[in-house]
């Protein structure tokens, strides 16, 4: 169990998220959702314990994470930055084995593991430089399951990737949340998070605007008074596609 | 050992006796040598290969080491302050040593030398190891800072280092001060090998400590912190290690530039472009480096010696002018 109590975060001198209570179960994805400035990307670094509480607490099946080695934390908790910007032009198994730093270890059957497991192999060796934008978000997203983390935060893992590899990177992820793993996204598509969710969590200038599983989190109703945007959703449960008709 | 480990040793294999052989006078086993060649070899040329040796692999694995702190192949350690702090603490000496009992006056130039650059250290410490941890990025971060500190002290360094050459107390004074500050390995003996040789081998070895958490910067400071990486102990393992091998180098040799920033661009594209796998190697291609370019400043048929410092300079600006017109098309 991941979970925040009463969690405030500061950041570059602004409370960016206040008094959040929340308790997140792994084996499942759960979405971060929240329009621009909500706090999505810097409750996921607090839940990743790399920005610590200016109030309340994450912790990590009932320890509290700030009392957590950083080898223990960066062991259970992968995270993934959403600027995928890497200073060295390194082949993918060189950028996969960097998962493994907290374990110490660049030789590890979960580096195959990892490259197997996002359809790697074959690329292993090639430069990111030289990888297509989908190639590159699956190595970077291989790097966090080399750790093998009890937790996968990932921050907007799915931006600047076409459908097709939006949906093979959301199958990978279901297969870690399967396995049971927790996995915990930011989203900015709200019929993603609607469809491929277990869990929604709403946020709103840094505070709990909505949770519950996608048809109770994001409702209609939720999505004017959230995004002030009206909006319809159409079609069958679990090919839900959204309309916005306009500003309210 | 890796691959760009061993092509490097062999290369100094093949250098460090060549190096003995050149100078003045050539030492040759197949020719016939001056009276004094063993005198010459064992006094002048030993302690000097052995001295560019070792402030060559200190200013290789620097570079290597600031290159992956910042996360720039344009860094070089010489443009963080501690260098020239060093260079103003050695500059101070000229100013110091008459004032000083004839025992100390020897040590004067090293000893204040090191001092500056343990100021440079304690000063980069102290502004940029309380940045704050918000993951803000941006200057608050402590990397942006650590250059930014770096510049200001360079620059402070600079004047005062200038402000010293203007005061100077004599002509004589001032031909010595500007001399040393282009770095040589003349007249130097084993007395400068034993000074700096275990402060860069401290210094490297610290260096060597941070490599793990270096590598873990190529995913940005975000990520390498959730790797378990403290940003404050390795930016003193940074600041510890690039103070100790720069300022021990720039002690007894005074300011020898670019060999920071030319050889980790050398020797990256040998390995797997990681930090770890750039400093063991960096170290020994700089060695290289730094001795050939000395052995060649020995026998240029000049009337005074090409200073070392210059001599690497005039190879390293326009490297540096390559690397960014490299940049520029974007390859690097």
């Known amino acids: 169990m991941l979970a925040t109590e009463d969690l405030a975060l500061v950041r570059g001198g602004r409370e960016v998220i206040s008094g959040l ?7 499942r994805i759960v979405a971060l959702v929240g329009p621009n400035g909500a706090g999505k990307s810097s409750l996921l670094m607090g839940l990743a314990g790399l920005i610590a509480p200016a109030r309340g607490s994450v912790s990590l099946d009932g320890e509290v994470l700030a009392g957590l080695s950083p080898k223990a934390r960066a062991r259970a908790l992968g995270y993934l930055p959403q600027e995928g910007a890497l200073a060295w032009d390194v ?7 960097l998962g493994r730093l907290p374990w110490g270890d660049r030789g590890s059957a979960a580096i195959e593991a990892a490259l197997g497991a996002l359809d790697l192999l074959h690329l292993r060796r090639r430069p990111v430089s030289a990888l297509s934008g989908g190639e590159r978000a ?8 080399a750790g093998e983390p009890r937790w996968i935060l990932a921050d907007e893992p799915l931006a600047a990737l076409d459908l097709a590899h939006q949906l093979a990177l959301l199958a990978h992820l279901r297969a870690c949340a399967d396995a049971g793993q927790g996995v915990v996204m930011v989203l900015h598509d709200l019929a993603l998070a609607m469809n491929h969710a277990d869990h929604v969590v709403v946020l709103d200038e840094g505070r709990l605007a909505a949770q519950g599983p996608p048809a109770e989190a994001l409702t209609e109703e939720v999505i004017a008074r959230v995004w002030s945007v009206r909006a319809h959703w159409l079609g069958p449960p679990g090919a839900r596609a959204l309309v916005s008709t306009g500003l309210p | 050992m890796s691959r760009a480990s061993l092509a490097f040793a062999a290369l100094l294999a093949l250098l460090v006796p060549l190096s003995l052989l050149a100078g003045r006078v050539l030492i040759a086993p197949w020719a016939e040598g001056p009276a004094n060649a063993a005198l010459i070899l064992a006094e002048l040329r030993a302690p000097r290969a052995a001295l560019a040796l070792v402030i060559g692999a200190g200013l290789g694995a620097a570079g290597a080491a600031m290159q992956g702190y910042l996360r720039n192949s344009l860094a070089d350690p010489g443009l963080f302050g501690i260098a020239p702090m060093a260079a103003l603490g050695a500059v101070a000496s000229f100013w110091a040593r008459p004032l000083l009992p004839a025992a100390l006056a020897d040590w004067a130039l090293p000893g204040l030398a090191l001092a500056g650059a ?23 971060s402590g990397i942006a800072l650590f250059t930014l500190a770096g510049l200001m002290l360079a620059s402070l360094a600079g004047a005062l280092t200038a402000l010293a050459i203007t005061l100077a107390p004599n002509a004589f004074a001032l031909s010595e001060i500007v001399l040393w500050l282009n770095g040589a390995l003349t007249d130097r003996s084993w007395r400068e090998v034993a000074l700096a040789a275990p402060l860069v081998l401290a210094g490297i070895a610290v260096l060597l400590r941070a490599a793990p958490a270096l590598d873990a910067l190529t995913l940005g400071e975000a990520a390498a912190r959730s790797l378990g990486v403290d940003a404050r102990r390795l930016l003193l393992l940074l600041v510890v290690g690039v103070g100790l091998t720069v300022g021990a180098s720039v002690a007894v040799a005074g300011i020898i530039g670019f060999v920071g920033l030319i050889v980790p661009h050398l020797v990256r594209p040998l390995t797997d472009r990681l930090p770890s796998s750039l400093l063991v190697p960096s170290a020994l291609a700089g060695a290289a480096l730094v001795l050939a370019a000395d052995s060649l400043v020995r026998i240029l048929p000049l009337v005074t010696e090409l200073r070392l410092g210059i001599a690497l300079s005039l190879i390293g600006a326009p490297f540096f002018g390559y690397l960014l017109m490299k940049m520029r098309r974007g390859l690097v």
Not at chain 1, 91 to 97: G, M, N, S
Not at chain 1, 138 to 144: D, E, H, I, T
Not at chain 2, 130 to 140: E, F, Q, V
Request: hydrophobic fraction near 60%; charge should be positive.
């Open chain 1, 91 to 97: 082949a993918v198994e060189v950028l996969v084995a």
């Open chain 2, 118 to 140: 343990g100021l440079g250290m304690a000063a980069l410490a102290l502004i940029a190891g309380r940045s704050t941890s918000d993951g803000a990025g941006g200057a608050g």
């Open chain 1, 21 to 27: 209570s929340l308790a997140l179960a792994p084996g």
């Open chain 1, 138 to 145: 699956r190595a970077l997203l291989a790097r966090v399951l």
